[in-house]
């Protein structure tokens, strides 16, 4: 089965700095990478998401880019605020309605 | 997108006893996911409920410690059967509405004592 494995597991940044999540998947059939944020005692929100027939995405502040060759996925938050501080996972799904496998999640904290 | 409620939000249960987590989405899915997440750890999948056949249960997950139920396609049940303090974790119920993203219910956070 799959396997996500994601790093740093802790992450601290200065208000205003760059933040780098990056990820490694193992089964080249997974086609769908997204990225969730979980807020303290919330449920996991999608934040930004990427297939695999692209390299690279960009919301706002957030950026995702994709290495299928490397099995590597990043998620890039620049100019962090403090409400960015939150766990980040990123996931990894071969689509068609399969299971979503999660890497273990990046706490982050923005310092003001 | 989906909306899902999810009920309990949170409870507090006795070992040995059972809880049944109930999961209400606003359209037909096919596909209806539950998940466990221990306390600051990630998601680990329970299993796949589909609608009108038995759940598929991951490596670790057994049916008669997790029996679920998949009566119609907007609609799932999760039971924690015979609680011990180990299955103290927030339970999730997802939905992928059109091959699309995952939609989380806002979760069950249960206590054993």
């Known amino acids: 089965g799959e396997n996500v494995e994601q790093h740093p597991s802790t992450l601290s940044v200065q208000e205003g700095d760059s933040a780098v999540i990056k990820c490694t998947y193992s089964d080249s059939a997974s086609n769908y990478f997204p990225w969730y944020k979980q807020e303290l005692g919330k449920r996991p929100q999608l934040i930004i998401d990427i297939r695999s027939n692209v390299g690279e995405k960009k919301d706002q502040r957030i950026a995702v880019t994709l290495n299928k060759t490397a099995k590597h996925f990043s998620l890039h938050i620049t100019e962090t605020q403090p409400e960015d501080s939150a766990v980040y996972f990123c996931a990894a799904s071969a689509g068609g309605y399969q299971k979503v496998t999660f890497g273990i999640g990046t706490k982050l904290q923005v310092i003001p | 997108s989906a909306v899902i409620s999810q009920k309990p939000s949170r409870d507090i249960c006795q070992r040995g006893t059972s809880l049944t987590i109930q999961c209400q989405v606003d359209s037909q899915v096919t596909m209806m996911f539950w998940y466990r997440q221990q306390p600051g750890q990630s998601l680990t999948l329970i299993a796949t409920a589909n609608q009108g056949s038995e759940a598929t249960y991951e490596s670790g997950f057994v049916i008669d410690k997790f029996p679920i139920s998949r009566p119609n396609l907007t609609f799932s049940t999760l039971t924690v059967s015979n609680m011990s303090p180990e299955d103290s974790s927030i339970y999730l119920c997802?939905?992928?509405?059109?091959?699309?993203?995952?939609?989380f219910g806002q979760g069950t956070r249960l206590t054993v004592v």
């Open positions: 997802s939905v992928d509405p059109g091959n699309t993203e995952a939609f």
